[in-house]
């Protein structure tokens, strides 16, 4: 039986690579991938540093769909863990487990954006391309246990191999790019009327970390960490979390 199971495994495989350059490689891979590791839930996206990601393969659940992956790509990309990676260009297999911040489910961002896909348990191959990245997400809703130790071994082991298989496939068929530079945007936003630690804060806050875990990164106490919190939200005209999450990702949404 065993023997049978890794031949269609390994057809599989084979025809993933007959696929390279085409429509159907993104298919075939997750095929061959779900065919050892079921997921019920799977994206590519392209990052690049100055612009925004592009979906290049869409296989969520159901429950997820546009009214997800809208704001995502207009902004809330660049609160994410896993983006963060990418800008650090440190690439390679994370778990969900790897990535999250102290507090993060406590954030915005985990409120607002991930909470809602519905996930229980995600691994994401961050792979470098050109001069950005390609990134697979295969992911588990709570039809589905989360991946086991030994799952997660085999995907650490098969990522160089993914990799290049991916690289191979972007060479041939590189997406096309936006125009947008939302980094800067973020960067710039609150500028003129925020100190230079206040906008770290917001930062930090906006990325999910609580002030304990804020307070840890820069090296202060938690409560300095809540007096610019306080002093931030007032300059910007807000009083909680939830507002200053969508005050930003409203100025990035317009961001042309």
Known sequence: MNS??????NALLCRTVEHLGTESFYPTLFSWLNADCPCDSQVVLYFAVDHRPQIVFDGTHPVEGDSLHRPYVNGAYLLSPLYQKFVQKKFGPYWHSDLAPEGFTYSEYYRQYYSLT?????????????????????????????????????????????????????????????????????SAFGRDILTERESEIMHLILKGHSSKSTAKILEISPGTVRIHRNNLYGKLGISSQSELFNLVLSALAETD
Do not use: V
Not at 160 to 167: H, N, T, V
């Open 118 to 186: 519905n996930l229980n348990d995600e691994f994401n191959l961050l792979i470098p391309f050109d001069n950005g990245g390609i990134n697979i997400s295969c992911a588990r809703t709570h039809a589905y246990e989360q991946f086991s130790d030994d799952e997660k071994d085999r995907y650490k082991q098969l990522f160089p191999f993914i990799a290049s298989l991916c690289q191979q496939h972007h060479r041939q068929q590189q997406p096309s790019r936006f125009a947008e530079k939302l980094d800067s945007a973020l």
């Open 4 to 9: 049978l199971i890794n031949k269609d495994i």
